[in-house]
């Protein structure tokens, strides 16, 4: 279903909307061969995040910060999200999958038991931006056999709700709209949310065990009641009596608003790859220069 087929979509009723435990300014750090990004969710914040293991922002208009990409790289035991704002990323991998992300476009890549692949730009100037997300697989899905699919930014599924928010639903359920994936273990819900110039009121009912957070990447929101400054993350607090967010704001914002079940493993995380022990960490990097990763 998409805006033009399902027009203003009524909010589903939050009433103890979860507060913010803590604000956090992400981490400016490079990665691949020099692109600079800021770390949203940083490896410290993995267990209280669980489903979710790494949020990158990258955003510069100067090529020298991303034009080097991410060259071949490999990833096990876990999924990744591309949702690219602006710009164009060309993606190949070992999987035989290549496809070119751009301007709102998703890419959603199962590494499960191993991929090695490339994340380049093809732009030689303008504004490059977007962010990846890190999904955690549970241990029994960590050895699948990799997955890939393309969303153009006119596939993902989008609504408007009755106060004029404009969401895109990359993944999970929202105003009656299921996004564009789907996943049983983890039910992660990753919303894009665009609010009006007059501002508006966004609510979104979610599972109280579920962790969540809110990243602003444009303006300004309250969550809760609490403000949260442009580039910032708020972890939502799990109250066992809340039974949804609610996101404001006065003016024009732009918001992620992401959320999942933790899957309480061990979190055995080695660069690329993320496993449940230091065993399986081990097989990975062995199965990696032996040339068996990807294969
Ligand atoms: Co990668």
């Known amino acids: 279903m998409t805006a033009a087929s399902c027009g203003a979509v009524a909010d589903a009723p939050v009433h103890r909307p979860r ?16 692109v600079k990004l800021t770390r949203v969710l940083t490896q410290n914040l993995q267990r209280r995040l669980d489903p979710f293991l790494m949020l990158d922002a990258f955003g510069s208009d100067r090529p020298g910060d991303y034009i080097a990409g991410f060259p071949d790289h490999p990833h096990r035991g876990f999924e990744t999200v591309t949702y690219m704002i602006a710009g164009r990323m060309r993606h190949r991998d070992s999987a035989g999958h290549e496809g070119l992300l751009e301007n709102g476009g998703v890419q959603w890549m199962t590494a499960g038991r191993g991929v090695i692949h490339s994340e380049m730009p093809e732009q030689e100037a ?15 899905d960590k050895m699948q056999p990799p997955w890939y699919r393309d969303f153009r930014a006119a596939d993902l599924p989008r609504y408007t709700s009755a106060a004029g928010v404009a969401v895109t639903v990359i993944a999970g359920t929202s105003g009656g709209v299921t996004g564009a994936v789907t996943r049983q273990a983890a039910a992660p819900l990753y ?39 442009v580039q910032r993350m708020a972890i939502l607090a799990n109250e066992p009596q809340a039974d949804g967010v609610v996101v404001e704001t006065t003016g024009p914002a732009r918001a992620l608003l992401i959320a999942g079940r933790p899957l309480g493993e061990p979190i055995a995380q080695y660069g690329p790859f993320v496993m449940n022990t230091a065993a399986e960490i081990h097989q990975a990097v062995q199965d990696f220069h032996a040339g068996r990763l990807g294969r």
């Open 19 to 34: 507060r913010i435990e803590q604000v956090i300014a992400g981490q400016p750090t490079s990665d691949g061969a020099g």
């Open 126 to 140: 303008g504004v490059m931006e977007g962010f990846q997300l890190w999904l955690n697989l549970p241990g029994r």
């Open 191 to 229: 919303l894009d949310l665009h609010f009006p110039d007059g501002g508006a009121r966004f609510v979104q009912p979610l599972p109280a065990d579920h962790n969540a957070f809110v990243y602003v990447y444009r303006g300004t929101a309250e969550v809760g009641g609490q403000p949260v400054p």
